[in-house]
């Protein structure tokens, strides 16, 4: 019988919706050890965030108050010491800009193998964790070594549970060393977002590398203006500065939950897909029979986008 460790992820006073798919996953973790499943809400509105994340399957529910926002060295900290005290097995951590950042300090310091950006695990005579690589191409199952490890898991891979638990929640004091954080958050500054929101448009036109130069993007704007969807694009589109950012759907775009998404000359990269997967209808129109966006298609044209494109304007039109 041996425990888990979660620790839930906020920023700027909201609760992050990865903090209730991680109960579920350390619950399944728990369900194989046997163990007791801790929670870790370090800094914010802790006691706020503990009532909303007292779920089933938490026993325990340790809040921490040194701040309000994430800080590397309070968590490393932190973390250490709820370790050292609970002796958990796994500790499990998202795999956000936060969790990156912890995470490994977190399995060097406390010398436990690290499993980044797990979607899925099994627990039998030892963890074995599932992975993507290749942009989504492959799936590779890892048997992890060694007695426990820090797991860091990728938002929406697991769903939240809505049963209400009764976990006991703890104050810490963590007994933090000022003298050794390094950094400090002093405020947030937003990315410009352009001129429109995506997350909240019904109908969305979406455009990646296959459109190959930033002049044919005209063909792209336009079937969106024939379907009054809103015009959006993947990183690689972004990047080049073809396109603003706000208008970015994945993983380190924005989230987006259309009625459809059109996604054209776009491959379906795990990151690509991180950010529209949960639209009603996909639509996808590619070279390439094999390009991973197809498996999550609704319908699919394998064809030249720079052919499809034009009759579908003129058919909309
Ligand atoms: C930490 C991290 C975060 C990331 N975050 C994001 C993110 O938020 N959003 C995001 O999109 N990506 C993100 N990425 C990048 C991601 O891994 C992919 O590189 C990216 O999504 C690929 O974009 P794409 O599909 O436009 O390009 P590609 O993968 O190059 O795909 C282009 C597609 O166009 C097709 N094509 C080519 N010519 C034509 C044609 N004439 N007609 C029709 N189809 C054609 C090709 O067959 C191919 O499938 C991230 C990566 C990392 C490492």
Do not use: C
């Not at 006073?13 to 007791?36: C, F, H, K, P, Y």
């Not at 309000?68 to 050292?84: G, I, K, M, R, S």
């Amino acid at each position: 019988m041996s425990d888990v460790l979660a620790v839930a992820e906020h920023r700027q006073g909201e609760l992050r919706d990865v903090s209730g798919e991680l109960v579920t996953a350390g619950q399944e973790l728990t369900d194989s050890t046997g163990g007791a499943l801790h929670l870790a809400i370090i800094n914010g509105a802790v006691e706020e965030f503990a009532d909303d994340l007292s779920l089933d399957g938490v026993d325990t529910i340790h809040t921490v108050d040194h701040g309000e926002e994430f800080n590397h060295d309070v968590y490393l900290q932190t973390l250490t010491q709820l370790y050292d005290e609970l002796d958990p097995e796994y500790v499990v951590t998202p795999h956000t800009v936060n969790g990156m950042d912890y995470a490994p300090a977190l399995a060097a310091e406390v010398d436990l193998p690290l499993a980044p950006d797990v979607i899925d695990f099994t627990n039998g005579d030892g963890l074995t964790v599932t992975r993507e690589q290749y942009g989504g191409k492959v799936e590779t199952t890892i048997d992890v070594a060694g007695d426990g490890a820090v797991v860091t898991v990728r938002p929406t891979e697991w769903s939240r549970t809505e049963t209400a638990g009764e976990a006991t929640v703890e104050a810490v004091d963590a007994g933090i060393d000022d003298g050794a954080v390094g950094s400090t958050v002093t405020g947030f500054e937003a990315a410009a977002m352009g001129d429109i929101d995506i997350s909240e448009a019904e109908f969305i036109v979406s455009v990646g590398r296959g459109i190959e130069e930033e002049e044919n993007l005209d063909l792209i704007e336009d079937l969106a203006d024939a379907l009054d969807a809103t015009f959006a694009a993947s990183r690689p589109i972004v990047d080049n500065g073809w396109v603003e950012p706000g208008r970015q759907v994945g993983q380190s775009g924005k989230v987006v939950t259309p009625d459809v998404y059109i996604a054209i000359g776009i491959s379906g990269a795990v990151q690509h897909v991180a950010g529209m997967k949960t639209s009603d209808t996909i639509v996808a129109i590619n070279t390439d029979p094999d390009a991973p966006i197809f498996d999550i298609a609704d319908y699919g044209i394998v064809d030249d986008l720079f052919d499809v494109v034009p009759q579908l304007i003129e058919q909309f039109e």
